[in-house]
């Protein structure tokens, strides 16, 4: 079975400085997606980023890049140049075949 | 075109009601998903379909009963829900299999059972 670890429950961050979110997974499959979301208060689950197994390089999406390391499992999102509409619920999520899990989220919160 | 789009976007329903959500998405994507969240939770999966066919069960009650009537349309028919069934209903849908690499989500149906 496939799990989303999210170690970080809230963060907070410097208007205009960086954020890492981080998000390890488990599954022994070797083709698999993993995907970062926004979820702002008003509940609309934004797609951020994605990243495959296969990929060798980072996926970058704006201010939004991926560290991926698969050897050690991880997926982490980086934040660059934190803004004030930044400030939401990020949520890491893999996905195996047609099955798409999510781990329990972090609350991000822009300081300005 | 990346959007799915959910009706209504809240609901109030009494414990013997039967409603019905639904979702539209107009990407040719072929697997679409039910989603149940909870407050200050992740989204729990409770169905796909794969080519309008239900690949998935999260074994959900059958008070929830899902419908996919051709490749665009998603439907979760509700009847006899319980207070606990109150939580944001998110629809969302993607390329079929691993080689998709977008999965969007529609704005929800926040439910209210009373």
């Known amino acids: 079975a496939q799990k989303i670890t999210q170690t970080q429950p809230g963060m907070f961050v410097q208007e205009k400085e960086a954020v890492t979110l981080d998000c390890t997974y488990d599954t022994s499959d070797q083709s698999y997606g993993l995907f970062w979301y926004k979820q702002p208060s008003s509940g609309e689950m934004i797609f951020l980023i994605y990243?495959?197994?296969?990929?060798?390089q980072n996926a970058t999406e704006g201010r939004y890049s991926l560290n991926f390391q698969k050897a050690r499992k991880s997926a982490n999102l980086v934040i660059s140049a934190s803004q004030l509409g930044d400030s939401a619920m990020y949520f890491c999520a893999m996905r195996e075949l047609n099955k798409l899990v999510f781990g329990a989220g972090t609350i991000l919160r822009v300081k300005s | 075109d990346t959007e799915v789009t959910q009706t209504p976007k809240h609901l109030v329903m009494g414990m013997t009601n039967k409603k019905s959500l639904k979702c539209e998405q107009h990407?040719?994507?072929?697997?679409m998903y039910w989603y149940k969240q909870k407050a200050k939770k992740p989204p729990e999966l409770m169905f796909v379909?794969?080519?309008?066919?239900?690949?998935i069960n999260e074994s959900v009650p059958s008070r929830f009963s899902p419908e996919c009537p051709n490749s665009s349309l998603l439907n979760l028919h509700l009847h006899a829900l319980q207070p606990e069934d109150s939580a944001l209903y998110l629809c969302a849908s993607s390329r079929q299999g691993i080689k998709g690499t977008e999965a969007f989500f529609g704005q929800g149906t926040r439910l209210t059972v009373v």
């Open positions: 379909y794969s080519y309008e066919k239900l690949s």
């Open positions: 990407m040719g994507h072929r697997a």
């Open positions: 990243q495959g197994s296969y990929d060798e």
